[in-house]
């Protein structure tokens, strides 16, 4: 769906009271949704398309407003007229409107000289962000969201082991394939150890990347797209976290240890907890591959760039696996303790 002047017209004087439009303006679409920033009489929002049912969508708004309550800044979900967090326009297309969030993105893509100079400003923030996350209790989860799956911290690969189990006819053909699956297996085995340790829990926002940061004047003004947020394992994030960043290649570690300094002061995790990231890391890589392996398969190119396409998506996921093999399992932990001293 495109959304044009006259669908967004109709949505807000539908089913929200937000003052006269002004502006409506085209924001960059993302692989979950379309979005348009609306100026109006009573301020700046952002509008949402998403092409799929309302239920998890309705969940992370949830959680949204409970990390709002603990002071993150983030995007305020905007009630409709009735009291509803989303729209549900159609049983597979749902839309939500925003408080918009004013700066930039504090790194844009494929600038790592900038995004390696600000890596202390990072790990700051996402350590903040953490440890605020922390102070939400699952009962105070469970008041809003009763879906007792949701709870079950091994749920969330599910998805990827449907994935896995559909390998046969839904992959693309390539030459690793098999050392990929593999690899996936054994690492269904190491997760055992992440859930039967007492890891540091919280909402986690789950695919956050530097330009998921924005920021006047480098002063935060909040972190966008939350759209896949989810109670887990904090450090689950540091997985994707090192994903997006390439900390995890040898010759950033000093970055790493800029980054994480900083995280640790502010987060308060266990500083033994880091020895997982090279699993979850392993485990962001195969994400990366299922999904983009279910997007050229179900032909979806929702949030491609122009010239992108799936199938680098899904060859970057066996980059990835392979690069995630070469890291020694203490890595990060022994990167982090060399600094951790000098913070006592």
Do not use: C
Request: net charge negative; hydrophobic share 35%.
């Amino acid at each position: 769906m495109i959304l044009d002047k006259p669908f967004v017209e109709e949505i807000v004087s539908q089913y929200y009271s937000l003052g006269k439009i002004n502006t409506i303006t085209s924001l960059e679409s993302g692989h979950e949704s379309d979005n348009v920033k609306i100026s109006t009489t009573k301020g700046d929002f952002v509008l949402k398309y998403f092409p799929r049912e309302s239920g998890g969508i309705i969940e992370t708004l949830i959680l949204q407003d409970l990390l709002i309550s603990k002071e993150v800044k983030l995007p305020k979900p905007i009630k409709t007229t009735d009291g509803n967090l989303v729209v549900e326009y159609s049983p597979t297309e749902t839309i939500t409107v925003q408080s918009f969030i004013p700066g930039q993105a504090i790194v844009f893509r494929d600038n790592r000289v900038k995004m390696y100079s600000l890596m202390p400003w990072f790990g700051k923030h996402l350590g903040e962000f953490h440890f605020r996350s922390n102070s939400i209790q699952e009962s105070e989860i469970r008041k809003s969201i009763t879906r007792e799956d949701f709870f079950d911290l091994t749920s969330g690969l599910d998805w990827v082991k449907e994935q896995y189990n559909k390998a046969d006819t839904q992959i693309p053909s390539h030459e690793k394939n098999q050392m990929v699956l593999k690899e996936f297996e054994i690492y269904l085995e190491e997760m055992e150890e992440i859930f039967s340790s007492n890891l540091t829990k919280g909402i986690i926002h789950s695919d956050l990347k530097p330009g998921d940061f924005f920021a006047e004047n480098n002063e935060l003004t909040g972190i966008l797209d939350f759209n896949g947020a989810f109670y887990s394992y904090l450090i689950n994030e540091l997985g994707t976290w090192t994903m997006y960043t390439s900390l995890y290649k040898l010759e950033n570690k000093v970055h790493f240890q800029n980054f994480i300094k900083p995280y640790l002061e502010h987060s308060k995790i266990p500083i033994g907890e880091l020895k997982f990231i090279p699993i979850l890391l392993k485990g962001r890589s195969f994400i990366q591959y299922f999904y983009f392996a279910y997007r050229s398969y179900n032909n979806i190119t929702q949030g491609l760039d122009e010239g992108e396409t799936n199938m680098q998506g899904f060859e970057d996921g066996i980059r990835l696996v392979e690069n995630s093999l070469e890291i020694p399992k203490t890595y990060f932990l022994d990167l982090a303790q060399q600094v951790f001293y000098e913070l006592k």
